[in-house]
């Protein structure tokens, strides 16, 4: 069973609108907003931004059917309510936090294609780099949005693309079949691995980056030594394209043995989500069945021991990490395939949220609710920069904003820009 939510769709800009209203600018001033659930009439409104002289309520909102109260110039709360005069009353949504952006990184040497196909932030903050179609990639400085050196050398589309903990050394992969190790200071390549047999779709760095793992369209993960520039493992894993991967550590390994106690989670074409131990170079856990719903993201919860999958008909499935029988738990907001999940950790120590970004442009970030063991799903943030476009890549870094209550989540899509949250 899977449970469907609704969700308040709102304009990309609202915040500049809210901004002109704000400095006293000449208006009028609105920003569109639609209320949307499966099986019911959806709500289309126009929300009227209206200067106010209350200095703890600046601005009001006003609308006839979608309920809005401005927090700050990045914060509002839109909800619905019951109208009888309305044919799509029974769509009721509790209030809920949308979230403009702190800010943006534009990647200026990528046009817009299929725009930033993947991005990466340096492990302390000041570097992104971003690549795209036709072997483009770059590193940019994110306060001074610098270009700071082209990346050249991939003969396709560049898939993925990620900072070694150093920060001052980028892993890359491409349609070209090659994964390449370049200085993100002066853009030399001195190591470049091959041996996939189709496009790279996913790369993760274990430890301090003396291995890595790249997952591919020929449905195999592999295991680099970097020193050496050669394969230790390869696991062939399905028939078709592995779409993502992600690395979890079940506990510290030792230095010379960063491979110790690391899991990858490959999320599978073919319906299934495979993990492998890393050390012992064997399979310990299947989710799901060949021939089911193709698996686009996973994310794995070591600590709660719970594993989240977005699948390609636009649910999200829970899965308790022990019991790879059924999902404990599966929503959606609509058919729109998930394209990217990513545990995000709150300022205290309390248990991880995920966001979800789908092909639609959706981009939200979800509580999971455990009461008894029955677990269930709580959207509790939605994050608004996107119109339509597909979101690529989320990734989560050590929060810029005073007081914030979560890691920033940064996200892209189908544009030349990465945005934070």
């Given at each position: ?14 915040a500049?609108d809210?901004?002109k ?12 907003a ?9 709500l ?9 002289d ?15 109260e401005?927090?700050?110039t ?11 005069s309305h ?11 949308y979230t ?12 817009r294609?299929?725009?930033l196909?993947?991005?990466?932030i340096?492990?302390?903050g ?15 400085e ?6 700071r ?16 903990p150093s ?7 491409a ?12 853009g ?5 691995l ?11 760095i ?7 793992l ?5 449905g ?5 030594l970097?020193?050496?520039?050669s ?10 394209r592995?779409?993502s ?22 999320a599978c ?10 050390m ?9 069945d ?5 698996v ?9 021991s ?9 649910s ?5 990490a ?9 929503f959606r ?24 970004g ?6 939200f ?9 029955a677990?269930?799903?709580e ?5 608004v920069?996107?119109d339509?476009d597909?979101?690529?890549?989320i ?6 904003v ?6 920033s ?13």
């Amino acid at each position: 069973m899977v449970e469907t939510f609704g969700y308040i769709s709102v304009q990309p800009d609202w915040a500049v609108d809210v901004k002109k209203a704000l400095s006293g600018a000449e208006g009028p001033h609105t920003f569109w907003a639609s209320a949307y659930k499966q099986g019911i009439e959806s709500l289309h409104d126009t929300i009227q931004i209206t200067k106010t002289d209350s200095p703890t309520s600046p601005l009001k909102l006003t609308a006839q059917s979608i309920t809005a109260e401005y927090i700050d110039t990045r914060h509002l709360q839109l909800s619905t309510t019951n109208s009888s005069s309305h044919p799509a009353s029974q769509n009721i949504l509790a209030p809920r936090l949308y979230t403009a952006p702190h800010r943006s990184v534009e990647c200026s040497q990528i046009k817009r294609k299929t725009g930033l196909r993947s991005f990466d932030i340096s492990p302390y903050g000041g570097l992104l780099v971003g690549c795209g179609d036709e072997g483009v990639m770059g590193v940019y400085e994110i306060e001074g949005r610098v270009h700071r050196v082209q990346l050249e050398g991939h003969l396709g589309d560049v898939t993925a693309c990620r900072f070694f903990p150093s920060g001052q050394v980028v892993l890359s992969g491409a349609t070209d079949m090659r994964i390449k190790i370049w200085s993100a200071s002066d853009g030399s390549n001195p190591v470049t691995l091959v041996g996939h047999t189709a496009a790279i779709t996913d790369l993760a760095i274990i430890g301090r980056g003396r291995q890595v793992l790249s997952a591919a369209a020929d449905g195999t993960l592999r295991l680099w030594l970097c020193g050496e520039a050669s394969v230790v493992h390869v696991f062939e894993l399905s028939r078709m394209r592995i779409n993502s991967v992600a690395l979890v550590a079940r506990f510290e390994a030792q230095d010379v043995l960063e491979i110790d106690g690391k899991l990858a989670v490959a999320a599978c074409e073919d319906g299934r989500v495979v993990v492998v131990d890393l050390m012992a170079r064997e399979v310990v856990a299947e989710y799901g069945d060949v021939g089911g719903v193709p698996v686009r993201a996973v994310a794995y919860d070591v600590a709660n021991s719970r594993l989240y999958t977005g699948m390609a008909d636009g649910s999200v499935n829970v899965w308790a990490a022990a019991d790879a029988g059924e999902p404990v738990y599966a929503f959606r907001r609509n058919a729109s395939p998930v394209s990217a999940i990513r545990l995000v950790c709150g300022a205290d120590a309390g248990e991880p949220r995920i966001c979800v970004g789908t092909e639609d442009g959706q981009l939200f970030v979800a509580a999971v609710i455990d009461n008894n063991g029955a677990v269930g799903v709580e959207i509790v943030e939605e994050l608004v920069a996107f119109d339509v476009d597909p979101i690529t890549q989320i990734r989560t870094a050590p929060s810029s904003v005073k007081n914030a209550t979560r890691q920033s989540i940064w996200a892209s899509g189908r544009t030349n820009k990465a945005y934070e949250f």
